[in-house]
């Protein structure tokens, strides 16, 4: 009859509004402690803003471009802020990869001694992720560099640890809620939102897919990950990241019925891209040959009724947190719409 317990360094509470799920805070404390950040300010954000405009954009963006601008100088200014309380960052300062992306020696070594710390944290990192949807993207693109970590990569993992710094610690809410039904295209027992940011990797130009998956009101999984094809257009991302949302979807579908749940005919499938709509409710390949036929599967899916597929607006669209570095207060918004929240220490 325990109130709390813990699984798998999770903490379980069962409280009178539902039930919470938070992370073993010790993580967030090994994760600071490792990278020298006790007296470091907290940031608000994740992930650096690393990706400079292409050169080949047009004067219609330069509305675009200014922003962008206008952004890395406050992120610069922020950094400056605070390298005097980060004697590790003021010593590669000379050598800021994030100042001139295009320009600096992005892909130059980490210092072997420094190795060993950068995979272990980013291991540590990886595990917290599972139960904390915001660092996903940002953790995602440190693991990528575990094999042969840059002095980029390293300031992308000093930045999550400023960010935990700031925001140990987040719930998963999963408040009582009556049995998810989804007798109708407007009822969603089991719903997934994917989401893409086309070309966002400038070493690869691959894309990253993000997704969520909900019982109810009631997160069940969420991820960011690398498409494994280049895409050759926001369309064809946006799909390649729909189809892996209705798999993942679908898959706990199949696993609720082998416990017995019935979850509905269908699985709700949410994106925010017209393109990636018109391909999937189209029949056959059209205009888009080039795309693998086992990419189109999810055609033959939403006709059979087996997914219902809805058009939404960006700003409804969780799965973003795991395409992209975003603002704060984005990432609060979307946050909150999963049913978390971050904990006051």
Not at 109 to 120: A, G, I, P
Not at 164 to 188: E, F, N, V
Not at 323 to 335: D, F, N, Q, S, Y
């Amino acid at each position: 009859m325990k109130r709390s317990i813990v699984v798998l360094n999770r903490t379980i509470r069962w409280e009178s509004t539902g039930i919470t799920i938070e992370a073993d805070v010790k993580h967030q404390r090994k994760i600071v402690e490792a990278l020298g950040l006790e007296d470091a300010n907290p940031v608000k954000t994740p992930a650096i803003q690393d990706e400079t405009a292409d050169e080949e954009n047009t004067e219609e963006n330069s509305g675009q471009k200014a922003r962008v601008v206008h952004s890395r100088q406050r992120h610069d200014q922020l950094e400056h802020d605070h390298l005097a309380h980060d004697p590790l960052e003021h010593d590669h300062l000379a050598q800021d990869p994030l100042e001139h992306d295009h320009l600096a020696p992005q892909q130059e070594m980490l210092d072997e001694n420094l190795v060993k710390t950068y995979r272990s944290v980013t291991a540590r990192c990886n595990y917290l992720a599972a139960d904390r949807p915001d660092i996903q993207f940002a953790t995602r693109r440190c693991a990528k560099g575990m094999a042969n970590p840059s002095l980029l990569d390293w300031r992308r993992l000093k930045r999550i640890g400023r960010y935990l710094k700031g925001k140990p610690r987040l719930k998963i809410h999963y408040d009582w809620q009556d049995y998810p039904q989804s007798a109708s295209a407007c009822t969603r027992a089991c719903w997934v939102q994917s989401d893409s940011d086309w070309a966002g990797d400038r070493a690869t130009r691959k894309s990253t897919s993000g997704g969520t998956i909900r019982l109810g009101g009631h997160l069940i999984k969420s991820w960011s990950k690398d498409q494994t094809v280049i895409a050759t257009s926001s369309g064809e991302a946006e799909l390649y990241a729909a189809n892996h949302g209705a798999q993942q979807g679908l898959g706990v579908r199949s696993l609720a019925m082998d416990l017995g749940i019935d979850l509905g005919p269908f699985v709700a499938l949410e994106v925010d891209a017209s393109a990636a709509c018109g391909m999937i409710t189209r029949q056959g390949l059209g205009k888009v040959r080039h795309i693998a036929v086992n990419e189109l599967w999810l055609q033959d899916a939403v006709r059979g009724k087996r997914v219902h597929l809805r058009k939404i607006g960006t700003a409804e669209n969780t799965a973003d947190l795991g395409t992209k570095p975003l603002g704060a207060e984005v990432i609060e918004i979307h946050v909150a719409a999963l049913r978390c929240d971050f904990v006051d220490v």
